[in-house]
């Protein structure tokens, strides 16, 4: 799975973060060496499952040290992610003025995220069915792919970091919150994805086998 997203995200990204658990961060460390010729790649140990936000928090050396302009985030289980969708997430993060955060969302029956939106279009709740939230029979998620000002990055994140409340079911720092703290402030964008198998993540063997048919029969747009 990293070495495919590596592979999609390679024209877009120069550098790159893994945040591991400690039983496999020297498996992941050793496989990405030979990426190393085409990416600066990082690998950070998170010790405790405190929750996404916190693990994205441990990349904050990597973002420091390089000082990159946009600072993109992917859950490493979302192998279906276009190029087309990719190129889409860059060119929202070059409009003048830039967004503090862009996204690409999708429609979906019986959603597992869905962003609630004000009557001006903005984001302003997240609702998360681990959390055990009430959720509509039809949704808008995100297809865990993110994009974020490196201002947006340095302090906004960690400015929602100090105040964040941990998820009611999960006991978790989820970062998804974030999105309507975030909007609340700044601009935030959303883009449509290419194709709502994007949002596949791999979490059972059922899921790995429907990626595997998709990702052998697709045309790439």
């Known amino acids: 799975m990293l070495d ?5 995200c390679r024209p877009f990204v120069e550098a790159a973060a893994v945040i591991a658990h400690p039983s496999f961060s020297r498996a992941i460390a050793e496989h990405v060496e030979p990426w190393r010729r085409q990416l600066s790649v990082d690998v950070f140990e998170q010790a405790r499952p405190t929750g996404m936000l916190d693990a994205i928090l441990l990349a904050q050396p990597a973002i420091s040290a390089g000082r990159a302009d946009v600072v993109w985030i992917v859950w490493c289980d ?9 190129a889409r997430l860059a060119a929202a993060m070059e409009a003048e003025p830039p967004p503090a955060l862009a996204f690409p969302t999708v429609w979906r029956t019986e959603p597992y995220i869905h962003f609630d ?7 302003h709740a997240v609702r ?6 009430d959720m509509p029979s039809e949704g808008e ?4 792919l993110f994009a974020l000002s490196h201002h947006a990055f340095e302090t906004r994140l960690q400015q929602f970091a100090s ?5 009611t079911a999960t006991g978790e720092r989820n970062f998804l919150p974030f999105i309507p703290w975030l909007a609340a402030r700044d601009r935030v964008t959303t883009i449509p994805c290419t194709d709502a198998r994007e949002a596949m993540g791999v979490n059972t063997p059922a899921d790995l086998r429907d990626a595997e048919a998709w990702l052998r029969s697709r045309t790439v747009p």
């Open 78 to 86: 979302q192998v279906g992610l276009l190029p087309a969708t990719l």
């Open 128 to 133: 998360h069915r681990r959390e055990g939230d």
């Open 4 to 8: 495919h997203l590596f592979d999609v």
């Open 163 to 167: 105040e964040v409340v941990p998820g």
């Open 117 to 123: 939106r004000g009557e001006d279009g903005r984001i």
């Open 141 to 144: 998620g995100d297809i865990g």
